[in-house]
Structure formats: structure tokens, C-alpha cells
């Protein structure tokens, strides 16, 4: 497929680079995810879920820790967001 050449060509050095997607904030994500899940949930349900996404993002909880690798990825890779393996 000629998109998946060129990316071939750019990771090589030749052709044009899209620039990298930034890793959104952490706080951002969560926020949007809250607010995409608010319309489909109870408010039990809703209140569950803030509270497990609320512990998640807490200060040095597995959000931070899962952040910083996401970070330390997308410093290694072109798309930060693609598995690290392979499905042939």
C-alpha cells in the first residue's frame, strides 16, 4: 500500500515525516473518558467509575507510572500508540 511505504521510506530517512503525535495529559484523558461515559451509565455506575478513574489518576498512582512509560515511548517510536507486537 503506498501509505505504508512512505512511512517505511520516512522511518529511513526519505520522503516527507508526519510530525509525532503528542501523548495527551494524563488529566485530559481521563476527563474525556468521564465525559464520553457520563450518557451511558446510571449514576451509580457513574459514581464507581469517578471514583476508580479519580484513584487511578491520583498523584503517584498507576496513571503517573503508565504515563511516564507512555512518554518514554513515544520518545522511541513513531507512532507511541501502535503494539509492541505483531499480529501476522
Known amino acids: 500500500m503506498p501509505v505504508l511505504d512512505r512511512e517505511r521510506?520516512?522511518?529511513?530517512?526519505?520522503?516527507?515525516?508526519?510530525?509525532?503525535?503528542?501523548?495527551?495529559?494524563?488529566?485530559?484523558?481521563?476527563?474525556?473518558y468521564l465525559r464520553t461515559l457520563r450518557p451511558l451509565l446510571t449514576e451509580e455506575?457513574?459514581?464507581?467509575?469517578l471514583k476508580i478513574v479519580t484513584t487511578f489518576g491520583a498523584p503517584g498512582g498507576l496513571g503517573e507510572l503508565l504515563q511516564r512509560r507512555l512518554l518514554e515511548r513515544s520518545k522511541n517510536r513513531a507512532?507511541?500508540?501502535?503494539?509492541?507486537?505483531k499480529t501476522d
Open 9 to 32: 521510506e520516512t522511518e529511513q530517512g526519505g520522503g516527507d515525516a508526519l510530525p509525532k503525535l503528542p501523548v495527551p495529559a494524563l488529566g485530559d484523558t481521563l476527563d474525556l
Open 45 to 49: 455506575q457513574y459514581q464507581e467509575t
Open 79 to 85: 507512532n507511541w500508540g501502535e503494539p509492541s507486537y
